[in-house]
């Protein structure tokens, strides 16, 4: 099936820095990509949509200049936490979306990366 | 919010099959009903997708009701492995500014045991 690769896996930064996360479609081109964010026992929450090469789309309550979105290719979005604080600790989750409808006309998702701001 | 109703856990013994309910009454026609898992720590993983007909596949079988109200997924012989939260999604298939925005529910906590 379509792999979707995140990077870093985990990832362990001081108060008020910033931190990149990678989400990378390996197989396919995706020309939308998806950020989510699940807190410890809790489900997934859908932070924004990537689009290639226009303004990602936000939703309501997610702050868009403290999660920066670029996804300049059809292969790679990054997500950039900015001036991160520990309540920002979490499990951050991509999912891309194939050019063509997907593999089987599916959303695969990457492996998931875990943020830790002390 | 999300659109489906799932019971929060089921148990299932190892090598019996699991069957995982999914009530999704106000499902619209263009819809589809989908199912990833999640293992802890781990990113979702799709099992399968389904409109109307039933659908199988290597991992599982995915039993739609004719009326599309509600659904269920069976895992034929459960491992251990198979201990995971089970999310049943309904997103339209294609098209539309919704596609591939997945609203995610609390999910089915499955824990099969020996």
């Known amino acids: 099936g379509a792999v979707v690769s995140q990077h870093p896996s985990r990832v362990i930064c001081k108060s008020g820095t910033s931190v990149k996360i990678e989400c990378r479609s390996l197989?396919?081109?995706?020309?939308?990509m998806f950020w989510y964010r699940q807190f410890p026992k809790q489900s997934l929450m859908l932070m924004a949509t990537?689009?290639?090469?226009?303004?990602?789309?936000?939703e309501q309550g997610v702050e868009k200049d403290k999660f920066l979105i670029n996804h300049a290719s059809l292969t790679l979005s990054t997500l950039t936490v900015t001036s991160a604080h520990p309540e920002d600790s979490s499990f951050y989750i991509c999912?891309?979306?194939?050019?063509?409808?997907?593999?089987?006309?599916?959303?695969?998702f990457g492996e998931g990366s875990w943020l830790t701001v002390v | 919010d999300a659109k489906t109703t799932q019971p929060p856990s089921m148990d299932c013994a190892e090598g019996r099959a699991a069957n995982l309910p999914c009530n999704h009454s106000?499902?619209?026609?263009?819809?589809?009903v989908y199912w990833y898992r999640q293992i802890h720590s781990q990113g979702p993983q799709y099992i399968i997708h389904?409109?109307?007909n039933n659908e199988t596949n290597e991992m599982a079988s995915l039993i739609i009701t004719e009326d599309r109200k509600s659904s269920t997924l069976i895992l034929p012989h459960a491992t251990l492995r198979d201990t995971a939260v089970y999310y049943c999604?309904?997103?339209?298939?294609?098209?539309?500014?919704?596609?591939?925005?997945?609203?995610f529910g609390q999910g089915t906590i499955l824990t099969v045991h020996p």
């Open positions: 999912s891309a979306l194939s050019r063509t409808g997907g593999f089987g006309n599916t959303i695969y």
């Open positions: 197989d396919f081109q995706a020309t939308t």
């Open positions: 990537s689009n290639e090469g226009s303004k990602a789309t936000y």
């Open positions: 106000t499902i619209s026609g263009n819809e589809y």
């Open positions: 389904g409109l109307k």
């Open positions: 999604i309904v997103s339209p298939h294609r098209g539309g500014t919704s596609y591939g925005k997945l609203t």
